[in-house]
């Protein structure tokens, strides 16, 4: 087993395990790893330093005691870990006080903006340009990456 640090191409830094390095070198061939923050397909494998013990000084591990887990990118309180839980919570937030109108998001904003319908928060999907037409109309609009998960956009 491989444990892999990688990166997307966000910069966002996470673990993947492989059964071996051929096997991480296909899957990222196929673009089958994904950055768990965004979904970024675009994926580079950190330097790592390898894990040697060659001072002999140690005896294994009984079965009786505890292994310890391989440090992850980021310790638990480092401000990087400190960043991405307050950013996770912020999703929570938007997710949980807006409505989801998936790709319809630019005609609802619009409705929402000229008063056809009622105003409300609303989430969804719009591309590079029609977020470019909205803002030209005056509507504000804000692209914010989502966290995504093994089936989806983060709940």
Same mark, same amino acid.
């Given at each position: 087993? =491989?444990?892999?640090?990688? %990166?997307?191409?966000?910069?966002?830094?996470?673990?993947?395990?492989?059964?071996?390095? /051929?096997?991480? +070198?296909? *899957?990222? *061939?196929?673009?089958?790893?994904?950055?768990?923050?965004?979904? /970024? &397909?675009?994926?580079?494998?950190?330097?790592?330093? #390898?894990? !040697?013990?060659? @001072?002999?000084? %140690?005896?294994?591990?009984?079965?009786?005691?505890? &292994? =310890?887990?391989?440090? @992850?990118?980021? #310790?638990? /309180? @480092?401000?990087?870990?400190? +960043?991405?839980?307050?950013?996770?919570?912020?999703?929570?937030?938007?997710?949980?006080?807006?409505? /989801?109108?998936?790709? $319809?998001?630019?005609?609802?904003?619009? $409705?929402?903006?000229?008063?056809?319908? @009622?105003? %409300?928060?609303?989430?969804?999907?719009?591309?590079?340009?029609?977020?470019?037409?909205?803002?030209?109309?005056?509507?504000?609009?804000?692209? !914010?990456?989502?966290?995504?998960?093994? =089936?989806? *956009?983060?709940?």
């Amino acid at each position: 087993m =491989k444990v892999l640090n990688l %990166r997307c191409a966000h910069d966002h830094g996470f673990e993947g395990w492989f059964a071996s390095e /051929d096997d991480f +070198l296909a *899957q990222r *061939q196929r673009s089958a790893i994904e950055c768990p923050l965004c979904g /970024d &397909v675009g994926i580079a494998r950190l330097p790592s330093a #390898p894990r !040697l013990n060659i @001072s002999g000084a %140690r005896a294994p591990h009984s079965l009786a005691e505890p &292994v =310890k887990p391989a440090a @992850s990118a980021s #310790p638990p /309180d @480092s401000p990087a870990a400190e +960043l991405r839980s307050m950013w996770i919570e912020r999703v929570k937030e938007v997710l949980a006080n807006t409505e /989801d109108v998936g790709e $319809r998001f630019p005609e609802e904003a619009r $409705r929402i903006h000229y008063g056809e319908t @009622s105003h %409300r928060g609303i989430r969804g999907q719009a591309s590079a340009q029609e977020r470019a037409d909205l803002a030209e109309e005056g509507i504000e609009v804000m692209a !914010l990456p989502m966290p995504v998960g093994p =089936k989806g *956009q983060a709940h």
